[in-house]
């Protein structure tokens, strides 16, 4: 266990160090002057001369990245050139509140499509199988972003039930475990739960059907082990893959929250990027990226770790 740990951490080194390099390149990539939402239209050419210097956009691209990723490595991401703000501080604070949304996001769709899944796998070829895999099917189906603002109609506009935008009352960045905090997060993340509850409803589903044709479920059935115990065993086999889908599925929106933090208007890393990509700021676009990219790929560390405690035939 221990050498399989070590092996996963050093593959893991070089695919953060091309994770950084697609980063950075990317952005740099992209047209536009990173410099154009902080200087005047008149703007002299000493005054440009000496923002780029500032921001060190004068130097030879190579050197730019490894100055960026010795900084990285220390906890420096730079300085926003919008704000004038260290980029780490406004990164964390964003991902805190991604994190936050993203992780009930994904036990709701998690309990969700591990229920549905199984149902529907039980119960094969039947109005139950066919009921809970057309709610997977349109969970994976619906543009999220169109069913976020489906439900800021229904239940703000109209039923003014709950509210539409932001994080806390007032416009408050400060986060509390009360209602008056929670009731923000309802329909993010309902709707940012609904994508992955589609695809683990699916993949269990697909799982348990497998998982009772086996030779050692009739073996059991032959024995005369009841419907819990059976269910035990396959909740045993399948729980490897689910848990697997499950991290890819936080992973995914962890990165890929920003057009449900943008209609909701969540302070996440998603809203931050938003900002980010109009103003061109290319200390604040790279930091929040590199970020969410050394997110994901630890989060698969985590989850091949915890795969192989619950499989142990994955180590061999």
Known sequence: MLAYLIRRIVYTLPIMLGVALLCFAL??????????????????????????????????????????????????????????????TEVMAAVVNTLRLAVVATLIGFVLGILFGFVAGYFRNSWVDRSCSMLSMLGVSVP????????????????????AT????????????????????????????VIPMGIIARTVRALVAELLDQEFILGLKAKGLGHLGIFRHVLKNAAPTALAVMGLQLGYLLGGSILIETVFSWPGTGFLLNQAIFQRDLPLLQGSILVLAVFFVLLNLIIDVVQTLLDPRIAR
Do not use: C, K
């Open 166 to 193: 932001g994080a806390g009352p007032g416009g408050s960045g400060d986060w509390a475990w009360d209602w008056a905090h929670v009731q923000f997060m309802i329909l993010p993340a309902i709707t940012m739960s």
């Open 144 to 163: 999220h972003y169109w069913l976020g603002m489906v439900m800021v109609i229904v239940f703000s506009s109209q039923l003014m039930w709950l509210p």
């Open 27 to 88: 952005v740099h990539i992209a047209p536009g002057d990173p410099l154009v939402s902080v200087l005047p239209a008149d703007a002299s050419a000493e005054l440009q001369a000496q923002m780029r210097e500032l921001y060190g956009f004068n130097r030879p691209l190579p050197e730019q990245f490894l100055r960026w990723v010795w900084r990285a490595l220390q906890g420096d991401l730079g300085q926003s050139i919008a704000t004038s703000r260290p980029v780490t």
